[in-house]
């Protein structure tokens, strides 16, 4: 007789007693307001193919986002945001030592990014729409931060700057903002040589310096279009503030590793009046075997401590052997295990345990029929 699956084990997490299912968080804010739409966001980077704790967040929100419609009775949809003002290429000036950067918008332009988001994302997602049968949207970063509302709440956030740059980094207080050159698209990454010269709630003007192009200035109004380039948790204040405008309840779904981060956010939310921060799920993330949670970065810098059973797939999805439905269904698989029980979600799985996981549940023989 075979031996049963394998099932994680967990110890018993700090919400032990108090949920059923994870989604469970958002219950608070349905009860006070019942929303007639629930929208769950997710953010990724466009710079280069995913590997596979990227997967289990995506896969997760649309999960995430059945359950909060089978258990709260609301529309629902999954919003993705896709980030594409990352650094496409670095330069660094040489008798100062200034860091300046490009964006895979600036470089690749919307038709690159509209093809490498299709690309890495596209399959898997109407794989998993079609699945839970839950819709959802993807928007760049670049067509959001052209919304009024961003502009505004950027605009707003400038006026609160002395208070909010201690929160945001509070080590140091410095939460630059960067515009790339109107010429080239390189802008400072800390923006050394960037200085505001004026703003209200009409709009900011700025100058900065380019390597190659010297001074120039930028403004920034509710109605124009000038690129605002913004620090990681500068920008999801900013963005947080603008989803819990919208007629949607927003729930903010993000891997475990940005709680820290989070929480510098929320605090950030309470110099504000007027709003509570979003609700915020977090799901579980991937590790190597030495405890680190994978990225690409230490992927590509080959440090990322493997164990052998760590697959090529894991490491970048685009190696699955199988169709993308395929690897949908894969992942469908493994982050319902990992949501039959908060304590399962509410963990990191080393590549060797979802290596098990995968094996002992045969669910790459399920993901190929």
């Known amino acids: 007789m075979p031996s049963p699956p394998a099932t994680p084990v967990s110890p018993v997490s700090v919400t032990a007693g108090a949920l059923e299912h994870s989604v469970d968080v958002v219950r608070p804010r349905v009860l006070a307001h019942p929303p007639e739409r629930i929208a769950l966001y997710a953010g990724v980077q466009i710079n280069g193919a995913p590997h596979l704790g990227t997967s289990v967040m995506q896969t997760a929100a649309f999960l995430l ?29 040489a008798a100062t030592g200034t860091l300046y950067e490009r964006s895979y918008h600036h470089v690749l332009g919307p038709d690159g990014i509209a093809e490498l988001t299709k690309r890495y994302y596209g399959d898997l997602f109407d ?6 049968g839950v819709p959802y949207e993807v928007e760049t970063y670049t067509h959001q931060q052209l919304g009024v509302r961003f502009r505004e709440e950027f605009l707003e956030s400038l006026a609160r700057r002395e208070r909010l740059r201690w929160i945001l980094a509070p080590s140091h207080g410095n939460v630059p903002v960067g515009f790339p050159c109107p010429r080239c698209g390189w802008l400072q990454k800390h923006g050394e040589d960037t200085d505001l ?13 380019c390597l190659d192009h010297g001074r120039y200035e930028a403004e920034v109004a509710p109605d124009n279009a000038t690129f605002i380039g913004l620090t990681t948790l500068h920008r999801n204040l900013v963005k947080e503030r603008v989803a819990v405008r919208d007629e949607a309840l927003p729930v903010i779904v993000k891997g475990a590793d940005w709680a820290g981060g989070c929480r510098l956010v929320d605090e950030a939310f309470l110099d504000y009046a007027d709003t509570l921060p979003p609700s915020r799920v977090f799901t579980p993330v991937v590790l190597s075997v030495s405890g680190a949670k994978l990225s690409k970065t230490l ?10 059973e760590t697959e090529p797939w894991m490491l970048d999805t685009t190696a699955w052997q199988g169709s993308r439905p395929g690897y949908a269904r894969m992942l469908h698989g493994l982050v319902t295990l990992m949501l039959s029980d908060p304590r ?15 094996d002992s549940h045969r669910l790459i023989d399920a993901a190929a029929g």
């Open 127 to 132: 794989a998993l729409c079609e699945s839970t």
């Open 344 to 358: 399962h979600f509410e963990r990191g799985y080393t590549t060797r345990e979802v290596a098990g996981l995968v």
């Open 299 to 308: 992927i590509q810098e080959g440090t990322a401590q493997l164990s052998p």
């Open 65 to 93: 986002a059945r359950a909060a419609r089978e258990r709260f009775g609301a529309a629902v949809v999954v919003r993705f945001g896709a980030l594409d003002n990352t650094a496409f290429d670095k330069r660094v000036c």
């Open 197 to 209: 010269l004026a703003a209200d709630a009409t709009g900011a003007r700025f100058a900065a310096r």
